[in-house]
Structure formats: C-alpha cells, structure tokens
C-alpha cells in the first residue's frame, strides 16, 4: 500500500512539474515572438531574462533593439552593461552616454547613475552641481539615491564642524537639517543604515530617545544585526560616518546606485 501510495506521489510530482516547464516554455516562446515583431517592453523583458542568466551577448542584443525605441530601462540596463564590463570591454563613456539618455527620458534609476556619473566624472567631466542636481530628481522615488544625499549632507556637516573659518561652521546645521531629512526619508523607506544614522542622531544630538528608539525598532524589524546584538543603546547607536566623496576610489561602493532596472 505505501509503494502504491509513493508511486502516485511521484508520478503527480512529476506531471506537474513537466505541466509547468511545458507552461514556461510556451511563455518564453511567446516572449520571443513579441520581441521578434518588434515590441520593445517584450525585447527589454527578453533582455533581461537573458541578462539573469548572464548571457550578455544575447541580452545586449536585445536590449539595443529596445533601446532603438527609447526603452529607457533598456538604456539604463545597458549603462549597468558597459560600466561593469559584463560580457563587453568596460567603456564608462558609453556607459554615461545610455544613462544621460535614459534619464532623460525619465528612467530614475538612470538619473541616480547620471547624477553619481557627473559627480565623480566618470565618462565625462566632473560637475558636482549637476551630479547633485540628477541625484535629487531621482531621490523622489529612489531609496539609495535618499540614503546617498543623506551620507554626503552629513559629511558635509561633520566637516563644516571642523572647520576653522567661522563661516564654514555657521553651516554645520542647515547641513545636518538637509541629512536627516533624507536619511529620514529613506529610513521610512526601509534602508536599515539610514535608520541606524537617524536613530543616532536622535539620541545624540537631539537628546529624544523616543525618537531614536523608533528608528532602531526599525532598523530591528529590518534584521540588522548590529541593532539586534548591541545590548545598550549606545552601541546600538554607532556613529557611522560617510565615506568622502572628493573623490572615486577603488573601493566606493557603486552598488549603492548603480543596478540593473527590474
């Protein structure tokens, strides 16, 4: 009786699961007939699906034909292309080129990467104004751009404090004011450093624990292992200073704006 019953199972397990590769390849045939007759959403998703599988050749392919057609999340996935060198020579200009043209056609995520393009001057001349400017369009919606403006707003802030000119440091808190604001604003979006950042400044420089604790309850919803393991709020409270952004290094963390359009 349970060989019988093992049998059944094996073969329902098995018909389904060929009813559900039978499915998806009849799903992707059709996503390659859309592309084939032009569709530049259908040749994006085709893009993508083989970007996923890390065939650049064939997801660049696409990707061009949709780009032919202003498909913006095209262009910013090729800009993700060209900067990694994924599957191509890494070419930063040609990189630069698909986010300005993405952005403006209202990528966001592509405004983010034209905004940190311009600030460093990676592919085309530095502009710090200009990058700043690109990071804030796309700060409406994206929470690493909110979480970046917020890192360098409070570095900005932790060096007019130290500054010896008198003017410099009369800036200290309208800078401080213009971090939180953003920090807060991607803390509420669920970046868990921002959370951490906002919590400290709360406690520390406001002196509102109430305040503070709101944001580490956030920040432990989110897992995070240093709210999670500090046992005094003081610990949970670290001060986390930016990285400086005079200038583009090895080690600068691209991944915070720089990803492949979903």
């Given amino acids: 009786m349970n060989n019988l019953r093992h049998i059944l199972l094996f073969v329902i397990f098995s018909t389904s699961y060929i009813i559900c590769m039978g499915q998806e390849s009849n799903a992707f045939k059709q996503l390659l007939d859309s592309a084939a007759q032009g569709y530049s959403d259908a040749q994006y998703r085709l893009g993508r699906k083989y970007n996923e599988q890390k065939n650049y050749a064939e997801a660049i392919k696409w990707y061009l ?12 996935n090729l800009c993700v292309i060209y900067y990694n060198g994924d599957g191509v020579e890494k070419d930063v200009k040609k990189a630069f080129d698909y986010a300005f043209k993405a952005a403006n056609l209202g990528s966001l995520e592509a405004a983010s990467n034209l905004g940190i393009f311009y600030f460093f001057g990676v592919g085309v001349t530095p502009d710090k104004h200009e990058g700043i400017k690109w990071i804030k369009k796309a700060a409406q919606k994206v929470v690493a751009s909110q979480s970046w403006l917020g890192e360098y707003y409070w570095n900005l802030a932790i060096r007019a404090g130290n500054s010896q000119y008198n003017e410099e440091r009369a800036q200290k808190y309208k800078y401080y004011e213009e971090a939180i604001y953003w920090l807060t ?60 952004f005079d200038a583009i290094t090895e080690n600068f ?10």
């Fill in 253 to 262: 963390p691209w991944n915070i704006l720089i990803s492949p359009s979903s």
């Fill in 185 to 244: 604003l991607a803390a509420d979006n669920g970046n868990v450093e921002a959370a951490v950042n906002v919590a400290n400044y709360f406690y520390k420089k406001e002196d509102n624990p109430r305040k503070a604790m709101r944001y580490i309850l956030a920040a432990c919803e989110q897992m995070d292992e240093d709210a999670l393991n500090c046992p005094t709020i003081d610990r949970v409270l670290p001060l986390v200073t930016p990285p400086a």
């Fill in 65 to 76: 034909k949709a780009a032919e057609q202003n498909n913006a999340l095209s262009l910013n």
